[in-house]
Each structure stands twice: as structure tokens, then as C-alpha cells.
T-cell receptor
């Protein structure tokens, strides 16, 4: 049973560039959430995708956008990168209507903006 | 006030000790609660859900006090492998869409 996978594992970008991160949810899950985790802090909710639509969004600017595909996988796009975007980006999957709200996390993508 | 706050830590305890973490939340309408553990430079992993009646899983006991809006995690007979950051998570909406994490409390279990 495949868990949540993310790619790439590490990425280095320059200020002003754009980046795309990818996530495949755990088998049987249909909902994907994205989080940003800065060093020494808890993860911060970016947004959640369900049925290929953004269902809820946290307090992040429009530079952060996403997409969910029919196979439930998802992408996170960040435009016009800032130094402050350097963080661990975590994807979590869950099953809407599955009776519980547990989310399972992928290993994350560590983004460094220089 | 932050939505979810935790003991600042770090906690340094000897093997075999009992340690307790506390977490408070500000939204009285919060619906669901979890504890996750996160090892250094790894992803958070679900440790346990927290139910109104409290729940226990081996050496770990989680309790919820809705009236005081706090959650606790008790670890008994701590092991070296328990060393990690413990994250309190609160769901603040009715649909399970918005996980709000606390900042985490770091635990180091010493030999």
C-alpha cells in the first residue's frame, strides 16, 4: 500500500523564479492538503483540494496556487519566489467522508530560495 | 492569541520518566484533535487521535478538556526512540478541511 509520495525531495531556486511541487496521495485517498513548514515551526495550512477544486485556503498570497488531477494527485505552484518561501513543503492526503479526519503526510519537498 | 499553543520545551528527560505535554486552543468550536510526532527533518506522523472520553495506546495517553480548551499527551516509561517533536493539531471547521498545528514541543529522552 503506497503511502504519500512527493517530488522532488530537494530544490534550489532563485528569487523571482517559479516552482512546481508534486504529490501523489495514499492509495484510496481523494483529498490533498498542502502545508508550509519553516524551520522550528509547526506546519502552516496553504490549501486543500478535493474533486479537483480548491476547497479551502489558508492565509497565503495568490502566488501560491495548486491543482488536483483526476487521479487525485496534486501540484503546488509558487510564483515570484521570495527568500521567505524557503521551507519544507508538505503534502497530506485524507479521505473525505471516510469517517475520520486523519491526514497522512508525505516526506516533503525542501525548497531553498537564494 | 495564537489558535493553538503548546508548551515551549524542550523537554529533556531520562529514560523511564513520565512526561506530559499540554496544548491549548482558542476556537471553542474546534471539532477534532490529534497528536502527531515529527522526527528531525522528517514528515509529521499521526500518533493518536484525541477523543472526548480520552484514549490510551500503550504508553501514550491523550486527554481532551473541552471546557478549558486544552489537550494533553502523557508518555509513560519514555524510551530513547520517543525523542521527537510532538505537534498538537486542531481541526477548526466542521468538514475536517483545516488542520491547525501548534508550534510543537521537542522531547529529548536521555540515556
Amino acid at each position: 500500500d503506497a503511502g504519500v509520495t512527493q517530488s522532488p525531495t530537494h530544490l534550489i531556486k532563485t528569487r523571482g523564479q517559479q516552482v512546481t511541487l508534486r504529490c501523489s496521495p495514499k492509495s484510496g485517498h481523494d483529498t490533498v492538503s498542502w502545508y508550509q513548514q519553516a524551520l522550528g515551526q509547526g506546519p502552516q495550512f496553504i490549501f486543500q483540494y478535493y474533486e479537483e477544486e480548491e476547497r479551502q485556503r489558508g492565509n497565503f498570497p495568490d502566488r501560491f496556487s495548486g491543482h488536483q488531477f483526476p487521479n487525485y494527485s496534486s501540484e503546488l505552484n509558487v510564483n515570484a519566489l521570495l527568500l521567505g518561501d524557503s521551507a519544507l513543503y508538505l503534502c497530506a492526503s485524507s479521505l473525505t467522508g471516510g469517517g475520520g479526519y486523519e491526514q497522512y503526510f508525505g516526506p516533503g519537498t525542501r525548497l531553498t530560495v537564494t | 492569541r495564537k489558535e493553538v499553543e503548546q508548551d515551549p520545551g524542550p523537554f529533556n528527560v531520562p529514560e523511564g520518566a513520565t512526561v506530559a505535554f499540554n496544548c491549548t486552543y482558542s476556537n471553542s468550536a474546534s471539532q477534532s484533535f490529534f497528536w502527531y510526532r515529527q522526527d528531525c527533518r522528517k514528515e509529521p506522523k499521526l500518533l493518536m487521535s484525541v477523543y472526548s472520553s480520552g484514549n490510551e495506546d500503550g504508553r501514550f495517553t491523550a486527554q481532551l478538556n473541552r471546557a478549558s480548551q486544552y489537550i494533553s499527551l502523557l508518555i509513560r516509561d519514555s524510551k530513547l526512540s520517543d525523542s521527537a517533536t510532538y505537534l498538537c493539531v486542531v481541526i477548526v471547521d466542521n468538514y475536517g478541511q483545516n488542520f491547525v498545528f501548534g508550534p510543537g514541543t521537542r522531547l529529548s529522552v536521555l540515556p
